[in-house]
């Protein structure tokens, strides 16, 4: 069963995903996208007790929205709380989803939800009441890293790589005065993110430290956030480092034994890396972040392997 560019895939396991034909890459290909989505994200970002102990609203940023399965599965395993959810997904297409939608029996997380994927679809936003939940959604159509502020950003073939903006004036580090989807309404800043891009070999343009740079600064301080994805490279590890963020180890998922959790607070980190870690990394070959959206491997430099210990994390 297919359409142009995408067609619905059986796992191992017997659950159907979404694939996509120009990436040539299977969306959550081991255990499916729900079961992923629930043990990456739901599950590690502590989002039932966060959400019960929380008031007012909840800002989830969701990076790579996809075919929506991440973002349906938090809606779904919070639904029965009284919590006030506001959705921001980016992405560079909807194609995916417009698809996934079409096929939405057969993957089967999109249950109860149809209505709202369909008005999102065509507004690029959508609010409504599902039981004691209150979800606000908006999606924003476009390059991210153009959107987090990165000028002069193009694809490794094209030459010229990421440069990174002027600094942004005070306050815009928190979204003050953006725009998602068609509201004009600020873009508050989150307390969690799901990030889910394609991989750095398949997608360097968006795991370079330029990216999770602009994307920390856009953190309130105030506000605990936390970022789980399913890699546990080095390279990854390192970047998120030299961006700010605090790092961890995150939970196991599929055939992954290990995943990575970064914060912007130890409290959320159930086992941050610690200088053992950091030892490792010195010695790994592929451990230098990108710099620009070309992948390759590489040790540290020295001068990243000073920046690395100066790391708060790691006093």
Request: charged content about 20%; glycine content about 8%; proline content about 8%.
């Amino acid at each position: 069963m297919s359409a142009p560019g995408y067609s619905l895939v059986t796992l191992a396991n017997g659950v159907r995903s979404v694939r996509s034909h120009a990436e040539a890459e299977t969306f959550h290909p081991v255990i499916g996208p729900e079961a992923e989505a629930e043990a990456l994200y739901v599950r590690q970002l502590r989002l039932r007790e966060r959400l019960a102990a929380h008031t007012g609203e909840f800002v989830i940023w969701d990076v790579g929205l996809g075919a929506a399965a991440n973002a349906l599965t938090v809606l779904r395993a919070t639904r029965d709380l009284p919590c006030r959810v506001r959705l921001i997904s980016f992405d560079h297409t909807l194609e995916p989803l417009r698809f996934a939608l079409q096929h939405g029996e057969e993957l089967g997380y999109f249950g109860g939800y149809e209505q709202l994927v369909a008005e999102l679809l065509a507004e690029r936003k959508t609010e409504q009441t599902i039981g004691p939940q209150r979800v606000s959604w908006n999606v924003h159509v476009g390059d991210f890293p153009t959107w987090l502020g990165l000028a002069d950003f193009k694809s490794a073939s094209s030459g010229p790589t990421l440069t990174a903006s002027p600094p942004l004036p005070a306050g815009e580090g928190r979204g003050e005065g953006e725009s998602v989807g068609n509201s004009t309404a600020p873009v508050p800043a989150p307390h969690a993110i799901l990030f889910d891009a394609f991989s750095p070999a398949k997608n360097p343009e968006m795991w370079t430290l330029p990216i999770f740079t602009s994307l920390f600064r856009r953190l309130d301080p105030a506000r605990p956030c936390a970022m789980p994805t399913y890699s546990r490279a080095t390279l990854l590890r390192v970047t998120w480092l030299l961006a700010g963020f605090l790092v961890g180890v995150g939970h196991a998922t599929g055939e992954k034994d290990e995943t990575t959790l970064a914060a912007n607070t130890l409290a959320l980190l159930d086992e941050p890396l610690d200088r053992k870690w950091l030892e490792r990394a010195r010695r790994s070959t592929s451990a230098e972040p990108l710099h620009e959206p070309k992948y390759r491997q590489a040790p540290l430099t020295a001068e990243t392997w000073e920046r690395l210990q100066a790391h708060p994390q790691f006093q």
